[in-house]
C-alpha cells in the first residue's frame, strides 16, 4: 500500500523559513516525477512546484518562484520543499503527491498518489 506521509509544517513568521518533507513508502517512485500542491484557506488546491525523476528539471509556481525549492533524495523515497522568505498567504495545506509521469507536472490530474498534508501557518 503506497503511502505519502508529509511533515515540517507549523507556524512561522513572515520573513521566516519552513522546510518540510514527504516520504513515500509502499512502492519505488525513483522513475516519477514528485510535485507540492497546497490548499489555501477557502481556496482549491493549487500547483506549488514540481521536481523531476532524476531531480534535474523543476517547475514553480510564479507565486513561490525564487523563495521555494524543492529537491529529492531517491534513495531515501524522500522530496522535499525549502520554504524561505514567507508570507501569510502562503498560510495553507501542503500536499506531496507521486506524478504519472517522469517529467515534472503542474496538474493535479496527472498525479496519482497523494499524502494527506501538513498544515503551514505564516504570521504576519
Known amino acids: 500500500q503506497v503511502q505519502l506521509v508529509e511533515s515540517g509544517g507549523g507556524l512561522a513568521q513572515a520573513g521566516g523559513s519552513l522546510r518540510l518533507s514527504c516520504v513515500a513508502s509502499?512502492?519505488?517512485?525513483?522513475?516519477?516525477?514528485m510535485g507540492w500542491f497546497r490548499q489555501r484557506p477557502g481556496k482549491e488546491r493549487e500547483f506549488v512546484t514540481a521536481?523531476?525523476?532524476?531531480?534535474?528539471?523543476?517547475i514553480y509556481a510564479d507565486s513561490v518562484k525564487g523563495r521555494f525549492t524543492i529537491s529529492r533524495d531517491n534513495a531515501k523515497n524522500t522530496v522535499y520543499l525549502q520554504m524561505n522568505s514567507l508570507k501569510p498567504e502562503d498560510t495553507a495545506t501542503y500536499y506531496c503527491a507521486v506524478c504519472l509521469y517522469g517529467s515534472p507536472s503542474s496538474s493535479a490530474t496527472e498525479y496519482k498518489y497523494w499524502g494527506q498534508g501538513t498544515p503551514v501557518t505564516i504570521s504576519s
Open positions: 509502499g512502492g519505488t517512485f525513483s522513475a516519477n516525477a
Open positions: 521536481i523531476s525523476w532524476r531531480g534535474r528539471t523543476t
